[in-house]
C-alpha cells in the first residue's frame, strides 16, 4: 500500500525499513543523489540507478520557472521526464527561496525569477500544485528556511510561519497516490526544534523533515537538533534529514533514527576534483597522485575504481576537467551508496556502535583523513 512504512531492523534508534512509494517500495537508510533540474550534473540518471540508488530529488523551484511544471507533467511526470527508473521527490524549494534573499509574508514567498528577473509569488498551495504536476511520488511542503546564525526572534516567527503554511498545504493536497511531507524547523533552539516537531506531527503527515540544517552550525549543533525532533517525530513514519550528505553527520543521523537524506556534494565537489574515499577526501589534482597507476580507492569497487588509474584522473584535473567531474560523481555517488549499505547492515547485525566508531575515525571534525 503507498505510504506504508514497516520497520523491518531496529539498533538502538537505528532503523532498517521499507517505504511503499505509488512506484515500488524503497529501503530506507537510503540516500537521494540531487538532480537539481531533473538532472545530477554530469551523471545520466540511469548511471544513477545502476549504482543502486532507489529514489532522486528534485527542485521545485527550478522546475517550476524552466520548464515548467505543465510541461513535465505533459511528458509522464518526473520520472519519464529524466529517466531515472525509480522513485522521485521533490523538495518544496524554500531553501533556494531563503538562499535568493527572498521576501516572506502570511500569503507566501515573494522572488526573483534567476532566470529574467521577474518576480516570482510562490504560495504553499501554489508549492503543492506545481509538485502534483510534477509528478514525484514524494512532495514536500513549502517552508521557511532560516540561514543561521540568526536571532532568536527571527528563528521563532519563520518557525510558526512555516507550521502556518504546513497546515495549508496539508488542506490543499488531493488524495492521488503522492505522499507529503511536512517540514520540522526551529533552527538549532532545541525547545523550537521540540515544538516545530509536535505541530507538525500533528498536524499529520506521510513523512517528516527535519529542515534548516547544515547552514552554518556547528555538527554537534545539528545532530543536538537531529536528536530533539526524533524524540518527538512518530516512530511509524519515515523521517527525512534534508541537505545532509556528509558522512559524519549521515551515519550520526541514522544512530538517532533518520532514514532518509539527500545533498549536492558528492558530485559537487567530485566537480572541483575532490573525492570521498574509505581514508578521507582526496583532492585528486595533486602532484603526488601523477604515475601512480593504483585505483581511486582500493577498497571500491565503483565502474571508476575497477577501470582507470589515479594517473588517468590526475591528467584530467589538468587536461578535462569537466570529464573529469564525470568520473569522481560516479565514484563520490558509489562512495556514498556503500556508505548507506554499511549502515544498512549495521542496524541488522546490530553492530551500530562498530560501524560509528570506523566513522569517527575517519570524517568525525577533529580526524584527519589522508585521503591516500
Known amino acids: ?65 524552466r520548464p515548467g511544471p505543465e510541461r513535465v507533467a505533459k511528458q509522464g511526470g518526473l520520472a519519464r521526464f529524466h529517466g531515472f527508473p525509480k522513485g522521485t521527490l521533490t523538495d518544496s524549494g524554500g531553501f533556494q527561496v531563503m538562499s535568493l534573499g527572498a521576501r516572506f509574508n502570511e500569503s507566501g514567498a515573494r522572488f526573483r525569477n534567476v532566470y529574467d528577473g521577474s518576480w516570482v509569488d510562490l504560495t504553499p498551495e ?18 521557511v528556511c532560516t540561514q543561521l546564525p540568526a536571532p532568536q526572534p527571527v528563528v521563532a516567527a519563520n518557525t510558526a510561519l512555516s507550521v502556518r503554511w504546513a497546515e495549508r498545504a496539508k488542506r490543499a493536497k488531493e488524495p492521488d497516490g503522492q505522499l507529503q511531507f511536512g517540514i520540522v524547523q526551529g533552527g538549532v533552539d532545541l525547545a523550537l526544534r521540540r515544538s516545530s516537531a509536535l505541530e507538525i506531527a500533528e498536524i499529520g503527515f506521510d513523512g517528516y523533515a527535519i529542515g534548516g540544517l547544515a547552514v552554518g552550525e556547528t555538527p554537534v549543533a545539528t545532530l543536538e537538533a537531529v536528536g530533539a525532533a526524533c524524540a518527538i517525530l512518530p516512530s511509524d513514519r519515515p523521517r527525512y534529514l534534508m541537505g545532509v550528505g556528509d558522512p559524519y553527520l549521515l551515519s550520526h543521523a541514522i544512530g538517532l533514527g533518520v532514514d532518509m537524506f539527500d545533498c549536492v556534494s558528492p558530485t559537487r565537489i567530485g566537480r572541483h576534483g575532490v573525492a570521498l574515499t574509505a581514508s578521507g577526501k582526496m583532492k585528486i589534482k595533486a602532484p603526488r597522485f601523477a604515475a601512480d597507476g593504483r585505483p581511486l580507492d582500493e577498497s571500491c569497487g565503483c565502474p571508476v575504481c575497477q577501470r582507470v588509474s589515479r594517473d588517468f584522473l590526475n591528467h584530467l584535473a589538468h587536461a578535462d576537467p569537466v570529464s573529469l567531474g564525470f568520473y569522481l560523481g560516479m565514484h563520490n555517488l558509489a562512495f556514498q551508496m556503500g556508505l548507506i549499505r554499511q549502515a544498512r547492515a549495521a542496524i541488522e547485525s546490530k553492530t551500530m556502535g562498530i560501524f560509528l566508531r570506523r566513522i569517527e575515525e575517519v570524517w568525525s571534525p577533529e580526524a584527519k583523513g589522508s585521503g591516500d
Open 126 to 143: 501554489g508549492a503543492v500544485e506545481a509538485q502534483r504536476l510534477i509528478g514525484a511520488d514524494v512532495a514536500m511542503v513549502l517552508d
Open 1 to 65: 500500500m503507498t505510504g506504508e512504512f514497516s520497520i523491518l531492523h531496529r539498533d538502538g534508534k537505528a532503523r532498517l525499513g521499507r517505504l511503499h512509494l505509488r512506484s515500488g517500495a524503497v529501503t530506507t537508510p537510503l540516500f537521494m543523489p540531487v538532480a537539481t533540474r531533473a538532472t545530477v550534473r554530469l551523471v545520466p540518471a540511469w548511471s544513477v540507478a545502476d549504482l543502486g540508488f532507489e529514489v532522486l530529488l528534485s527542485n521545485t523551484y527550478h522546475l517550476l520557472l
